[in-house]
Nanobody
């Protein structure tokens, strides 16, 4: 069973940066689609950024130009670099990976943008 462990969340001031990490239990990132969702209080979970199986990068309009998704296959880890953070980026962020049996999710990491 694939396990994903997220880290890197926290409290940051508006305009600041954070880098989220998502470490997988096996060597699976290189051939799998992966990405990040987020869910703010009272809102539906929304896709933030994704890497397709073919390696294409997709971003939500709200984060284009500020967030960058990447992965390090040697470390079995995906990342979400978040710059120029805004208060509306406050949410719990979840990473996922698509595997043969479906989709595996991380436990979520809280990101709070506040002065």
């Amino acid at each position: 069973q694939v396990q994903l462990v997220e880290s890197g969340g926290g409290l940051v001031q508006p305009g600041g940066s954070l880098r989220l990490s998502c470490a997988a239990s096996g060597s699976i990132f290189s051939s799998s689609a992966t990405g990040w969702y987020r869910q703010a209080p009272g809102k539906q979970r929304e896709l933030v950024a994704a890497i397709t199986r073919g390696g294409n990068l997709n971003y939500a309009d709200a984060v284009k130009g500020r967030f960058t998704i990447s992965r390090d296959n040697a470390k079995n880890t995906a990342y979400l670099q978040m710059n120029s953070l805004k208060s509306e980026d406050t949410a719990v962020y979840y990473c996922y990976i698509d595997i043969t049996d479906g989709r595996a999710w991380g436990q979520g990491t809280q990101v709070t943008v506040s002065s």
